[in-house]
T-cell receptor, first 113, second 115 residues
């Protein structure tokens, strides 16, 4: 069955520290991968997406993600976290011939001053 | 351009009542989707419109849920009668094309609480 796993429900980091949010997917077809962020009171905002090509993808707000087919992973990274990054982050997968996104359960990020 | 808007942002109703959620997609987006997130769970697909036609409503929980998209513009999602388990955040999204490669743009969601 198609699924997306975000193993970390909550993560706390200090401002200025590096960040890595994990995402693993199970999908038979070629996956198209997305990271969204939801800040309080806001909608889901697209951070970045991967369809093909370079497996290291750059996104907005200084985020990047790396697609590793061998590990079925698409982890999100940021070298230095800002207090405004506190939000909930969702990994999602789509695929050729489909239109549904399959989401993980989300990771809530807390940033300590 | 304006993003996807949803109304209301919050709704609190009692079990057995009816609630209607509205979504206005980005102008020019023929594809409209409804998703739902029950507390602590993943965001799950409910249904997909292309213009005014339902393409896939396989994610709709039961026949208490009715979605419409009159004229291919805004969409409504009605829950009648509401049950406790319907509580959650209902997201609407839209895209130009209905393909897995097409970015879906999400609204802020409607938080529904059924007491």
């Amino acid at each position: 069955a198609q699924s997306v796993t975000q193993p970390d429900i909550h993560i706390t980091v200090s401002e200025g520290a590096s960040l890595e949010l994990r995402c693993n997917y199970s999908y038979g077809a070629t996956p198209y991968l997305f990271w969204y962020v939801q800040s309080p009171g806001q909608g889901l905002q697209l951070l970045l997406k991967y369809f093909s090509g370079d497996t290291l993808v750059q996104g907005i707000k200084g985020f990047e993600a790396e697609f590793k087919r061998s590990q079925s992973s698409f982890n999100l990274r940021k070298p230095s976290v800002h207090w405004s990054d506190a939000a909930e982050y969702f990994c999602a997968v789509g695929a050729t011939g489909t239109y549904k996104y399959i989401f993980g359960t989300g990771t809530r990020l807390k940033v300590l001053a | 351009e304006a993003g996807v808007t949803q109304f209301p942002s919050h709704s609190v109703i009692e079990k057995g009542q009816t609630v209607t959620l509205r979504c206005d997609p980005i102008s020019g987006h023929d594809n409209l989707y409804w998703y739902r997130r029950v507390m602590g769970k993943e965001i799950k697909f409910l249904l997909h419109f292309v213009k005014e036609s339902k393409q896939d409503e396989s994610g709709m929980p039961n026949n208490r849920f009715l979605a419409e998209r009159t004229g291919g513009t805004y969409s409504t999602l009605k829950v009648q009668p509401a049950e406790l388990e319907d509580s959650g955040v209902y997201f609407c999204a839209s895209s130009r094309a209905g393909k897995g490669t097409d970015t879906q743009y999400f609204g802020p969601g409607t938080r529904l609480t059924v007491l």
